[in-house]
């Protein structure tokens, strides 16, 4: 079935540090690409996405880029903030499905 | 325009009791959508309803857990004899034709939790 591995956390940074998020995927159709960020006692917020190889999701100074020919999506951001902190969910929906599939989370700890 | 709405936000059930939670989608929604999250662990598809309709249950377990979403009011989650095991929180998301993506808006989740 569907699935999605995320890397393992806690990803700890200091401010303006380069931030990246591994993401890879296993689906049997063409799925949208999703990532979502949570915080501390909230619900999932949709951070970005991407619904064809090649597209890029961008927000907030996050991207991410839908590769096909590695089943990938990794997240990145050039310079992350103490406000950053949070746990980052990748996920997919795949073709004629409504369900999304989520990875397990990365906790991003950043530091003054 | 308001978010996905869930209440309690916290649930406190002993063992063996009935525990129903509530989610009121987006306005102009008509799909919601169920996920359970473990602790220290990503979310979980459980249900997916349009109104009055179960159109995909294959993450509900097989026995004591139930969903509705009926013509008029909001979503319930119902989860007979509690567990231990099903202390979690339990996110509800909705899509609807607002925008035409199907993209999917949760709510604040309602956490549960079983003693």
């Known amino acids: 079935g569907d699935s999605v591995t995320q890397m393992e956390g806690p990803v700890t940074l200091s401010e303006e540090a380069f931030l990246t998020i591994n993401c890879t995927y296993t689906a049997t159709g063409y799925p949208s690409l999703f990532w979502y960020v949570q915080y501390p006692g909230e619900g999932l917020q949709l951070l970005l996405k991407?619904?064809?190889?090649?597209d890029k999701g961008s927000n907030k100074g996050f991207e991410a880029t839908y590769r096909k020919e590695t089943t990938s999506f990794h997240l990145e951001k050039g310079s992350v903030q103490v406000s950053d902190s949070a746990v980052y969910f990748c996920a997919l929906r795949d073709t004629g499905f409504q369900k999304l599939v989520f990875g397990t989370g990365t906790r991003l700890l950043v530091s003054p | 325009n308001a978010g996905v709405m869930q209440n309690p936000r916290h649930l406190v059930r002993r063992r063996g009791q009935e525990a129903r939670l509530r989610c009121s989608p987006m306005?102009?929604?008509?799909?919601v959508y169920w996920y359970r999250q473990l602790p220290e662990e990503g979310l979980k598809f459980m249900v997916y309803l349009q109104k009055e309709n179960i159109i995909d249950e294959s993450g509900m377990p097989k026995e004591r857990f139930s969903a509705e979403f009926p013509k008029e009011g909001p979503s319930i989650l119902r989860i007979q004899q509690v567990v231990r095991g099903d202390s979690a929180a339990y996110f509800c998301?909705?899509?609807?034709?607002?925008?035409?993506?199907?993209?999917?808006?949760f709510g604040p989740g309602t956490r549960l939790t079983v003693t």
């Open positions: 998301a909705s899509s609807g034709t607002v925008d035409n993506s199907y993209e999917q808006y």
């Open positions: 991407a619904t064809k190889a090649d």
């Open positions: 306005k102009g929604h008509s799909h």
